[in-house]
């Protein structure tokens, strides 16, 4: 079963020679016949370089964006749009992650109207959910239908492709993981919401901590259809690692 492995850069690496460093992992481990698929979601200024090194060397990972403005143009200082990625040939943004719900106040309104400029566009949302609080793991459904509901309940654009990425708060760059029991669970509840939004369900991603040592663990998840990964995804060996899993796993 081919799966996804998205990495979510962050604000990461600081230096060209770091992303040149990634970058040739990458050109190293993904091919034409892999069966992942890998997507990297580096920092907006790196977005155009990376592309272009794609069409030279080439790599067979896709590029996505960190997330994209509510408008499609105009007085937005700082921002990027949906159109811009869509017309540099990229087809993934991250939207709603929690960092950006964090440091950036972005509401569920917000999530709702950076999905809708994805999906005018074409563009494929990962959209991050994780409504469980900072320090206390259990899960709060209300939360994560609201999320759930506030991104996928569009009026017209409703059935586009996209992609739920569940990220509990207290799992992202903490070293503690759901356990694939929980992570179950929470699907089987964000397919049930789905499906009775869109009349059918969307790939789902599990992030939080993810690295090569218990991905294994993850992959006996059925449901599952790979991962966001933050902080591992910005050491080579780790990425090797990573994808040489998926591999063996898609193989099986
Ligand atoms: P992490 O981050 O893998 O460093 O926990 C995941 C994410 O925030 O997407």
Same mark, same amino acid.
Request: no cysteine; net charge negative.
């Given at each position: 079963m081919s799966r996804i492995l998205a990495f979510n850069w962050k604000? *990461?690496?600081?230096t060209r020679s770091q992303v040149k460093e990634l970058t040739a992992t990458l050109q190293e481990m993904? @091919? %034409? =016949?892999?069966?992942s698929r890998v997507i990297v979601c580096p920092p907006s200024i790196y977005l155009s370089s990376l592309h272009d090194q794609q069409e030279k060397l080439p790599f067979h990972a896709e590029i996505g964006g960190q997330d994209i403005a509510?408008?499609?143009?105009? /007085?937005?200082?700082g921002q990027i749009s949906a159109p811009m990625l869509q017309d540099m040939g990229i087809i993934y943004t991250l939207i709603g992650h929690s960092e950006t719900r964090k440091? =950036? @106040?972005?509401s569920n309104q917000i999530v709702k109207e950076k999905t809708q400029q994805a999906f005018a566009v074409d563009l494929i949302p990962i959209i991050c959910i994780g409504y469980t609080h900072e320090q206390d793991q259990d899960v709060d459904y209300d939360g994560l239908r609201t999320e759930i509901q506030a991104a996928? %309940?569009? %009026? %017209?654009? @409703? *059935?586009k492709p996209c992609i739920i990425a569940y990220e509990p708060i207290w799992a992202i760059g903490t070293g503690k993981t759901a356990t694939p029991e929980m992570i179950d669970e929470v699907f089987a509840f964000i397919d049930q919401e789905v499906q009775a939004l869109r009349g059918e369900t969307v790939p789902l991603l599990y992030g939080g901590s993810v690295n090569h040592q218990n991905m294994n663990a993850f992959l006996t998840i059925e449901r599952l259809d790979g991962f966001l990964v933050g902080? /591992?995804?910005?050491d080579p060996e780790e990425v090797k690692a990573m994808i040489k899993i998926m591999e063996e796993d898609a193989q099986k």
């Open positions: 604000m *990461n690496p600081t993904t @091919h %034409d =016949q892999l069966r509510t408008e499609e143009q105009g /007085a937005f200082t440091y =950036q @106040h972005v996928l %309940d569009q %009026d %017209d654009l @409703h *059935n902080g /591992a995804s910005l």
